[in-house]
């Protein structure tokens, strides 16, 4: 893809440990940036040992002050952070008379708040600075109802509105900010739903649960959606912000 004006950038990952969040820290890295790639696994040091230009980092981002000593930690050892990709997430199945108060509390903790505080922390600094991009990776399920997905669609609905407010908050100051919706993407996550048929289900859509499926006729791979989130990180997005990128492969009609 070439670097497109990324070349040279410090970028940060969140939920970088495994599939989107690690499709996307590699993409970065291909396109030029130096990436910290973060997450709440300790592991994730060590799984980018190895990685020229790919830092891993250990947080957790539902904790503020972990947050905070995070970027201050990869602004001293990397530089100024001119990407932020908001990719940690976590998905909580399960109707809305089954979901416990900690169920959904901790999904919107991560999906949401953890948007809000790293997003936060990091546009602080790039305030001054008068440059920067957000991209929050968010899904086609907040603008979609989801039977038995009311926890993780509501809090994605929370961190795409979130993000396009913040936009328009920023604008003023050069930093862009959007949102990439992804539909079903094979990914450790999706796996966990499928049964012993696979991905055939997810593709072919479920009337009995109002679900359409997917035109394109495949499930996206991670790559899909990192390759979403360069576009809208580079210098031919750079008249782009507050947008929502939908990268479902025709999954929700667009409705």
Same mark, same amino acid.
């Given at each position: 893809?070439?670097?497109?004006?990324?070349?040279?950038?410090?970028?940060?990952?969140?939920?970088?440990?495994?599939?989107?969040?690690?499709?996307?820290?590699?993409? @970065?890295? /291909?396109?030029?940036?130096?990436?910290?790639?973060?997450?709440?696994? =300790? /592991?994730?040091?060590?799984?980018?040992?190895?990685? &020229?230009?790919?830092? %891993?980092?250990?947080?957790?981002?539902? /904790?503020?002050?972990? !947050?905070?000593?995070?970027?201050?930690?990869?602004?001293?050892? +990397?530089? =100024?952070?001119?990407? @932020?990709?908001?990719?940690?997430?976590?998905?909580? @199945?399960?109707?809305?008379?089954?979901?416990?108060? &900690?169920?959904?509390? $901790?999904?919107? /903790?991560?999906?949401?708040?953890?948007?809000?505080?790293?997003?936060?922390?990091?546009?602080?600094?790039?305030?001054?600075?008068?440059?920067?991009?957000?991209?929050?990776?968010?899904?086609?399920?907040?603008?979609?109802?989801?039977?038995?997905?009311?926890? #993780?669609?509501?809090?994605?609905?929370?961190?795409?509105?979130?993000?396009?407010?913040?936009? +328009?908050?920023?604008?003023? #100051?050069?930093?862009?900010?959007?949102? !990439?919706?992804? %539909?079903?993407?094979?990914? =450790?996550?999706?796996?966990?739903?499928?049964?012993?048929?696979?991905?055939? =289900?997810? !593709?072919?859509?479920? +009337?009995?649960? *109002? $679900?359409?499926?997917?035109?394109? %006729?495949?499930?996206?791979?991670?790559?899909?959606?990192?390759?979403?989130?360069?576009?809208?990180?580079?210098?031919?997005?750079?008249?782009?912000?507050?947008?929502?990128? *939908? !990268?479902?492969? %025709?999954?929700? @009609?667009?409705?």
């Amino acid at each position: 893809m070439g670097s497109q004006g990324i070349d040279g950038k410090v970028a940060l990952v969140t939920g970088a440990g495994r599939g989107i969040g690690a499709a996307v820290a590699r993409a @970065l890295r /291909d396109n030029g940036a130096v990436v910290a790639a973060a997450d709440r696994s =300790p /592991d994730v040091r060590e799984s980018y040992a190895d990685s &020229e230009r790919i830092t %891993g980092f250990t947080t957790d981002v539902t /904790d503020s002050r972990a !947050v905070a000593d995070l970027v201050a930690e990869v602004e001293s050892t +990397l530089g =100024p952070i001119d990407v @932020l990709a908001n990719v940690a997430g976590v998905l909580q @199945l399960g109707t809305v008379v089954e979901c416990t108060d &900690e169920e959904w509390a $901790r999904t919107f /903790d991560v999906n949401s708040t953890g948007v809000f505080t790293v997003s936060r922390e990091v546009t602080r600094r790039m305030i001054p600075r008068r440059r920067g991009c957000v991209v929050t990776v968010s899904s086609n399920a907040a603008g979609v109802p989801r039977s038995g997905m009311a926890a #993780y669609a509501a809090s994605k609905a929370a961190a795409t509105m979130f993000t396009k407010c913040l936009g +328009l908050e920023l604008a003023e #100051y050069g930093i862009r900010c959007n949102v !990439v919706a992804p %539909g079903s993407t094979d990914t =450790p996550m999706q796996r966990s739903m499928w049964t012993e048929q696979g991905a055939d =289900p997810v !593709v072919r859509g479920d +009337l009995d649960s *109002y $679900r359409v499926g997917i035109p394109l %006729g495949r499930i996206a791979a991670p790559e899909d959606i990192a390759a979403a989130v360069v576009f809208l990180a580079s210098d031919q997005a750079r008249h782009i912000t507050m947008h929502d990128l *939908y !990268v479902d492969g %025709g999954a929700t @009609l667009r409705a």
